[in-house]
C-alpha cells in the first residue's frame, strides 16, 4: 500500500477513535452491589447495626461527574454524583422464604462511610405500589416516634409527588412504606430505621405509575448542619433521571 493511501486511512481511524471514546467515557457504570437484605440479614444501609454512632457498612466511593444506572432498581434510572464526596450502592430486599425480591433500592452517603454527613436512601417495590397519597399517609401514621412538618408539594427529575421533613423523637422509629400493617412482629422488607434526634426528608414521588420513596437523613450531622446537606442533596438527586 503506498504511502498516499496509508495517510487517508490513518486519519479516517483516528477520526473513529476520537468518535469513539467519549462515547465509551459517557456509558454509566454500575452502582456498586451491596448485601441483600432479608429476615436473615436484616439490616442495610444506616439500619444496620451501630453503635455511638458508628456505622457497620461502609459503601465504596462514587466518582463525581460518572453517570451510574442501578440494575437491582425496579426501574431504569441514572444518577451523577456532581461532586466528589460521594459513597454509594444498590441492593434487593426479599420476603421471608421468597425467591425474588420484592424490594429494590439505593444509598448514597456522604463521606466518611462510619460516620456519614447525611444520607439518601431511595427505595420502591417491583410490584404494585400504593398511591402517593396513600404512601404519605402510611408514613406519617405508623408510630408515634417521629414529629412531622406539614407536606408540600414536590417535584423531582421531571416527576410530582409530596414531601415532608420531621425529626425523630422517640427512642427510634421504624418507616415501613409500603408494605400493609401487621398485627405480630414480623419482618418487613421495607423497613426504614431512624435514630433519636435524626432530622429527616421524605420525599415521595408518582414515577409513570410507581410510587418511589426517598428518605433524607441527617444520620451523624449536627441538627444544625443538616440545611447544608439538604442543599448537597438537592444537587445530586436533581441528577436523578428516570427511563421514559
Given at each position: 500500500m503506498s504511502r498516499r493511501k496509508l495517510i487517508p486511512l490513518g486519519a479516517c481511524w483516528m477520526l473513529i477513535v476520537g468518535l469513539a471514546l467519549p462515547a465509551l467515557a459517557a456509558t454509566p457504570q454500575q452502582l456498586p452491589k451491596l448485601a441483600a437484605r432479608s429476615a436473615r440479614h436484616d439490616a442495610y444501609g444506616l439500619d444496620a447495626p451501630r453503635a455511638a454512632g458508628v456505622y457497620d457498612l461502609s459503601p465504596p466511593p462514587l466518582k463525581a461527574r460518572t453517570a451510574y444506572t442501578a440494575a437491582l432498581f425496579p426501574l431504569a434510572l441514572r444518577v451523577t454524583p456532581p461532586d466528589a464526596g460521594w459513597l454509594g450502592g444498590q441492593g434487593q430486599s426479599f420476603e421471608k422464604n421468597a425467591q425474588r425480591p420484592a424490594f429494590g433500592w439505593i444509598e448514597l452517603l456522604l463521606s466518611p462511610a462510619r460516620r456519614p454527613r447525611g444520607a439518601i436512601f431511595t427505595v420502591t417495590a417491583f410490584g404494585h405500589t400504593p398511591s402517593v397519597a396513600q404512601t404519605v399517609a402510611g408514613?406519617?401514621?405508623?408510630?408515634?416516634?417521629?414529629?412531622?412538618?406539614?407536606?408540600?408539594?414536590?417535584?423531582?427529575?421531571?416527576?410530582?409527588?409530596?414531601?415532608?421533613?420531621?425529626?425523630?423523637?422517640?427512642?427510634?422509629?421504624?418507616?415501613v412504606p409500603f408494605s400493609p400493617p401487621a398485627h405480630t412482629a414480623r419482618f418487613f422488607p421495607d423497613a426504614f430505621k431512624l435514630a433519636h434526634g435524626e432530622l429527616f426528608r421524605i420525599i415521595v414521588l408518582n414515577v409513570k405509575g410507581k410510587t418511589v420513596v426517598f428518605f433524607l437523613e441527617s444520620a451523624t450531622l449536627p441538627a444544625e448542619q443538616f440545611s447544608a446537606f439538604l442543599n448537597s442533596a438537592t444537587r445530586i438527586l436533581g441528577s436523578f433521571r428516570f427511563a421514559t
Open positions: 408514613l406519617r401514621s405508623r408510630g408515634s416516634g417521629a414529629s412531622y412538618q406539614p407536606p408540600a408539594p414536590a417535584r423531582l427529575a421531571g416527576f410530582s409527588g409530596t414531601q415532608f421533613d420531621g425529626t425523630v423523637v422517640g427512642q427510634s422509629h421504624v418507616f
